[in-house]
């Protein structure tokens, strides 16, 4: 999957995310993109060639194998020939566009061990310093050193939202897996609803709005994130920051 030229203008050419990836890094920042577990239906409907490979797209596919909510993709078998070298290939083309964070959606749960493997070698081979991302949780606790050793990052909760009925809860899941918590490995309570947040989204019936915590809310979950040593990822858009906020 390449980026669309009516949404991102400086990928034509088929340059992809590499000047856009380039202008963040001008600003001192990293640069993260968001893809999903698999490989595209399209590639294995026209089974299309797999890079350094003899092996197409419909021998490496699991058609069985479909996100319930994102049905773009197919799952990779990753007990067949080719399979390594499809995400070789695609961790390559993140490595060369300049990615530096790679958030992999629909892998954590179900818990997709096989092609956690696919992808972490993938970008050891790669030789780039991509912090790996899986998502969505709760990843199963009992995979832990699995994740530790094949992860930076994984979601620890299912998606979280700006409720106390998410936030209670969050103690515990991070009283579970505080023990996991070291440099290189992260589980991560996920984004941080705060500011102006559901913009193009109806969760929970609810859309574009402020966030519903209370200041002190919102001071226990910073609190909380922070003792926790989870990633900070802002879930508002900021250029709408208040001062509170801010």
């Known amino acids: 999957l390449i980026p669309s030229e009516e949404r991102f203008p ?7 995310f590499k000047p856009l990836a380039d202008f963040v890094h001008s600003l001192g920042l990293k640069f993260g993109i968001h893809i999903m577990r698999g490989i595209p239906r399209e590639a294995v409907h026209k089974n299309l060639p797999i890079k350094n490979s003899n092996k197409s797209a419909r021998d490496v596919a699991h058609p069985n194998s479909i996100c319930l909510w994102n049905t773009d993709m197919y799952g990779v ?13 695609l961790i390559e083309l993140y490595a060369e566009w300049g990615v530096d964070f ?18 972490h070698y993938a970008i050891k ?8 991302s899986l998502s969505p949780g709760p990843a199963p ?12 990052m994984w979601r620890m909760t299912d998606d979280f939202w700006d409720t106390w009925a998410h936030l209670y809860p969050m103690f515990d899941r991070c009283k579970e897996w505080a023990e996991f918590s070291k440099e290189g490995n992260w589980p991560d309570c996920d984004m941080l609803p705060l500011g102006h947040i ?21 001071i226990l979950m910073m609190t909380l994130w922070s003792i926790f040593r989870s990633p900070l990822m802002m879930g508002g858009h900021l250029p709408d920051n208040d001062k509170w906020t801010l």
């Open 198 to 218: 559901g913009i193009k989204s109806v969760e929970h019936g609810v859309g574009d709005r402020k966030t519903r915590f209370t200041e002190n809310e919102q």
């Open 10 to 16: 400086s990928s034509v050419e088929g340059k992809g």
């Open 125 to 132: 081979k790669s030789k780039r310093n991509i912090v790996l």
């Open 77 to 89: 078998n990753a007990n067949v020939e080719g399979a390594q070298a499809y995400y070789d290939s």
């Open 141 to 152: 606790i009992d995979e832990a050193e699995h994740l530790c050793k094949h992860a930076n």
């Open 102 to 119: 790679l958030k992999v959606d629909d892998i954590a749960r179900p818990y997709s061990k096989d092609e956690i493997e696919l992808i």
